[in-house]
């Protein structure tokens, strides 16, 4: 193996499993040590700055960076990240004078932005402080999206989710509400303006084609104008028995409102088996306890409805089986019929554009979707940029605020003339966190304490109002025990080859043996004669320069370490040493960080 | 010293041995030593050699001196039984448990200051007794805990860090132990646990005193440039005489070498050592030719390391006295002393 270059930044942030995990890059042990200081509101603008929604993303992100939390490796449950980033927004101070201003001096572009859901707030987020005059165009009375208009208020109370938009509209957007965008090519004809972003989501819910829908149509309702209807209160209430199609997250939210709207027999209707549901289990976990059943192996056949009124839906009963080509086929057992007064259909939402020319430029590829570059955001005409669930169909909040950072560096260097294929590299700071000869800037004593339970409000009150968050949220107690939990993945073990005397003590403590000193070789077979067999291939294997005494390599599996620290204070000469890696994200109108260059770096000599 | 615990975060797939222990059920407390100290990795060899053989902790009796060396017992199988007694005692203590108890596996860990200075007499006669024990000397050429005097094992020329040079004749253990007739010979060194783990399985197996004088550098005394016992003077000078493979009872044995390199030796549990010579006409059976062998490689500046000379049948302290197989402790008070009646009628036959 060659040695391992640990001044690129990609190295020392996949070791930071969370950070890695994460869309926007958020740094979340960063975040989590500041919470543990009591530094709320220093944490909450750690969380802005990459994810900039932290009191929304803290009760709804879809967490991509906790099933693959280290912890998850070392016990089953990972820290409860997300959670904690909830206590940072809820615990925080007054940050007025610390959000970003729009520039006082414009510089004379105009972006629109169609649609607000997160993708376009990110987008005017980045902009505006430059001097960019953004201008939003919404079709519905209110801004925000899907996170407004589709995720229930017991999930996210309005009032987290109006003061994290604002922070955006104040700083001086210019926003038409009731507006939809129905032609593309007037607004770049008559509009003015220098660049367009199409942040306009995936806002039609797929339909279930199948015997008795157009009679029954008046009780079966397409979940996520459903829910719509219920944010802007044309929906009150529903029968008591209710069917949901379909166990994504969508489902969850339908099922969920609907126990809270008057129905008491409710039933999740699912295809496939549980190892199949789209829904996290989190989701399954809450909907579950609100007395909500979820029903497996039921494929629906058609609705039935007598005099003019939903009767219920008879569903085929049926097993699922591989077939040669390992794809999923359905064996049909029986057939059942079920009861209900309202059918909500929540089996996935597609893309529409039926407002984009298809003579304008922009090219349209599978399923009728605009092509869109993966790096650029941009379509195949010049200066239209795509991201959010409108560039490749649905995803969630936190991938869709990355979309919009990534869309406003290329916005503004289209803008300034530069090419968009430049794309700003990330940088990296790392510096030692020796404090004296065994202490450490950060905790570095293992918690074995399993991961903290949600506390919930009371059932009953809980249904009786749409409006009453479910979850209470960590008390100060709980997060004390949550945060000791993160096991500081960014402290980095930071190794000097030239400063090793090959003692093993490193090797002898380590506790999840991590190091191993051995002759050199191809990775693969390495691997395989390490103090323990390093079978994750998908962490990486640390290979250091020739050791001085006998030219063996110091080997470290980033696999299991719990950067405890203990090599690094077993180690006579500081050839290890735990350096706090802090990951530099571009941004639109930055300043490029140094590539290479680990700033500030105080590698003991 | 460091102030946390060792995490109990373990590797998740950590194998488990026939008494269904991990490795790490053979640690102890963490090391209050030196970072570095050469001690450390005889403790986590230590650890090793034990989760190998399958041993139960509660079987075990770890026993030891005054000294940083003396002090590793705290850091290995916490569960095992332990006695740490007066400077240079230990062997005595050690002779005296055996006698009550033969059927623990004793673990004697002393020094070179413990053992050759303080300690000699007491040494050899636990050597000519061939009490049955692992004696682990861990041999640093300094008085480490008393902030590194030069040692009985410290060679002519080495120097002190702060400069002085050592004029006197050193005591060699190995040279020692041999001339007292034990059975048991090794050299090794603490950074080279390929060696050090396999005479230390073998030490254990052996029945009657397994000596093993580790050289363990003194990380904050004597690792400097000058010093004869330093990591880097150890590796650049020594020189493996004998590889040992130790081959436990249950496993079958695999290679058999023709050309007569390699000598199986059957040890008193049915275990075997096999010794394969790196070096031609080395015979580790041969007691007066090892002795003549080591004097040649030390005026050469070598240090011979491996097991140097083993003997496997032969009788320990309880054959040479003619003891019962059963463990004292184990047998009843009233038949290990039955009383002045059959005191008196004891005697009554000697008038
Ligand atoms: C029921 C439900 C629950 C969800 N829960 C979560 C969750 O808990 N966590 C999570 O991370 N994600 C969740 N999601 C997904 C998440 O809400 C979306 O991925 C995210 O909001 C997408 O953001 P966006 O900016 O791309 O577009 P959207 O949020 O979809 O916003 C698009 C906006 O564009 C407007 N618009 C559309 N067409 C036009 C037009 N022609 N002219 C003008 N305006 C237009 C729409 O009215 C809308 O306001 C959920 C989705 C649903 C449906
Ligand atoms: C009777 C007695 N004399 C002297 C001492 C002081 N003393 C403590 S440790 C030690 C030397 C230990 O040297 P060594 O056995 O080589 O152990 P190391 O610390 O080098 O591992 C001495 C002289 C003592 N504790 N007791
Ligand atoms: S331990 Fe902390 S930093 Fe590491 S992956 Fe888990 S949450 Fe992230
Ligand atoms: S910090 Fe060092 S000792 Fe601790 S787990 Fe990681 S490699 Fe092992
Ligand atoms: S503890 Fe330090 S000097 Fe010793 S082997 Fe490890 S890195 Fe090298
Ligand atoms: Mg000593």
Redesign the interface.
């Known amino acids: 193996m060659q040695p391992t270059n640990t001044r690129n930044p990609d190295y020392y942030h996949k070791v930071v499993d969370c950070q890695w995990g994460c869309p926007a890059h958020t740094n979340v042990p960063e975040y989590i040590r500041l919470i543990a200081d009591g530094k709320y509101t220093e944490s909450y603008m750690l969380n802005r700055e990459s994810n900039v929604f932290p009191g929304i993303l803290g009760r709804t992100c879809d967490r991509p960076c906790e099933p693959v939390c280290r912890r998850t ?3 089953d449950e990972p820290v409860a990240i997300c959670r904690l980033k909830r206590v940072a927004a809820d615990l925080r101070g007054d940050i007025d004078h610390l959000l970003p201003k729009a520039a006082e001096t414009k510089n004379g572009k105009r972006i629109a932005l169609i649609g607000s859901g997160p993708a376009s707030l990110t987008v005017a987020n980045d902009l505006l402080p430059l001097g960019y005059e953004c201008v939003i165009f919404e079709a519905l009375p209110k801004a925000g999206g899907l996170m407004r208009s589709n995720i229930p208020s017991f999930r996210l109370p309005v009032g987290v989710l109006e003061e994290e938009i604002d922070m955006i509209l104040h700083m001086g957007v210019e926003i038409h509400y009731d507006h939809r965008i129905e032609s593309l090519k007037e607004l770049l004809d008559t509009g003015g303006f220098d660049s367009v972003f199409v942040g306009t989501g995936a806002p039609k819910g797929k339909e279930l084609d199948i015997p008795g829908r157009q009679e029954a149509d008046a009780n079966v309702h397409i979940g996520i104008d459903w829910l719509e209807s219920i944010h802007f209160g044309h929906i009150d209430s529903v029968g008591e028995r209710v069917l949901v199609i379909g166990v994504g997250n969508t489902a969850m939210d339908c099922c969920r409102s609907s126990r809270r709207l008057g129905g008491n027999d409710i039933k999740v209707m699912a295809r496939k088996s549980r190892p199949y549901f789209k829904a996290s289990p989190w989701e399954l976990d809450d909907a579950e306890g609100e007395e909500i059943e979820i029903l497996v192996n039921h494929s629906p056949q058609k609705f039935v409805v007598e005099g003019g009124r939903l009767m219920g839906m008879v569903f085929d009963l049926v097993e699922w089986e591989g077939n040669e080509k390992g794809r999923l086929v359905s064996k049909k057992l029986g057939e059942k019929f079920i009861e209900a007064d309202d059918v909500i259909l929540a089996i996935g939402q597609d893309n529409a554009f039926p407002w984009i020319e298809k003579d304008i430029g922009i090219e349209f590829g599978d399923w009728d979707m605009p092509v869109v570059d993966r790096a650029t955001f941009m379509t195949t005409l010049e200066g239209v940029f795509v991201g959010g669930d409108a560039a490749w169909g649905p995803e969630n909040i936190i991938w869709a605020v990355e979309h919009g950072h990534q869309a406003a560096i290329s916005i503004h260097q289209y803008c300034q003339g530069e090419s968009v294929n430049d794309r700003p590299p990330q940088g990296m700071n790392l510096v030692s966190t020796k404090m004296g000869l ?2 450490w800037r950060y905790s ?3 918690d ?1 304490n399993l991961r903290t339970e949600m506390r919930y409000e009371d059932l009953e009150a809980r249904l009786a109002d749409m409006f009453v968050e479910a979850e209470l949220g960590f008390d100060l107690k709980e997060t004390v025990r949550e945060v000791e939990r993160c096991l500081n993945c960014d402290i980095q073990t930071d190794f000097t080859a030239n400063l090793c ?5 490193c ?3 380590c ?3 991590c190091l191993t000193m051995t002759h050199n070789g191809e990775e693969d077979e390495v691997r395989q004669r390490l103090t ?2 390093a ?1 994750n291939t998908e962490q990486a294997l640390f290979a250091s320069e020739a050791l001085p ?2 030219a063996r390599i110091m080997f470290k599996d980033e696999d ?1 370490c ?1 950067h ?1 620290g ?1 090599c690094a ?5 500081a050839a290890w040493d735990m350096m706090q890696f802090d990951l530099l994200n571009p941004y639109a109108g930055q300043e490029p960080w140094p590539t290479t260059a680990a700033t500030a770096s105080t590698t003991s000599a | ?14 194998p488990s041995n026939a008494v269904g222990l991990t490795v ?1 059920d053979y640690e102890g407390s963490m ?1 209050t030593l ?5 001690h ?2 005889v ?2 060899a230590l650890v090793q050699a034990f989760f190998e053989l399958d041993i139960e902790p509660h079987r075990v009796a770890k026993l030891s001196g005054i000294g940083c060396s003396s002090k590793t017992p705290a850091y290995f199988v916490s569960e095992a039984h332990g006695f740490n007694s007066v400077h240079g005692r230990m062997p005595a203590i050690a002779a005296g448990a055996n006698a009550a108890n033969r059927d623990l596996l004793y673990v004697g860990i002393s020094g070179d200051g413990d053992s050759l200075s303080i300690g000699l007499g007491q040494f050899c006669h636990a050597i000519r007794r061939n009490v049955n024990m692992l004696y682990v000397l861990e041999n640093n050429g300094v008085y480490g805990l008393t902030k590194g005097q030069f040692s009985a094992s410290a060679d002519i020329g080495t120097t002190s860090k702060r400069g002085e040079v050592n004029e006197q004749e050193p005591i060699d253990p190995v040279n020692l132990a041999l001339s007292l007739g034990a059975t048991f010979v090794a050299r090794s060194f ?2 080279d ?1 390929a060696q050090l783990v396999p005479i230390l399985k073998a030490g254990l197996a052996h029945n009657g005193f397994a000596f093993v004088d580790v050289i363990s ?1 003194c ?2 005394f004597n ?1 400097h440039e000058g010093s004869t016992k330093s ?2 003077y150890t ?1 650049d000078n020594m020189h493996e005489v004998i590889e040992t493979d130790f081959v436990p009872l249950r496993a079958e044995i695999k290679t058999d070498y023709a050309d007569g390199s390699v000598q199986a030796i059957t040890m008193h549990d049915g275990s075997v050592v096999k010794l394969r010579k790196v070096t031609e006409q080395y015979d580790p059976n041969d007691r007066s030719g090892v002795v003549d062998y080591l004097s040649e490689t030390r005026s050469r500046g070598e240090i011979a390391t491996g097991l140097l000379f083993l003997e496997a049948a032969g009788a320990d302290m309880h054959g040479f006295q003619g003891t019962v197989d059963q463990p004292l402790v184990d047998i009843p008070y009233e038949t290990l002393c039955p009383g002045s009646a059959a005191l008196d009628q004891l005697q009554a036959e000697w008038r």
């Not at chain 2, 010293?1 to 950590?14: C, D, G, N, V």
């Open positions: 490796r070392i016990e065994h202490e570095n004593d293992y074995a005397i090959e003692c093993d003590a090797i002898d403590v506790p999840t043996h323990a067999v079978e005494q006998t299991l719990v405890c203990l204070e077993r180690c006579p000469t | 010293m460091s102030y946390i615990t060792k995490p109990s975060a373990r590797h998740p797939r950590l790490r090391s030196c970072a570095g100290c050469g450390d990795s403790t986590a603490s950074g646990k550098p990380v904050t690792d990591y880097a590796r």
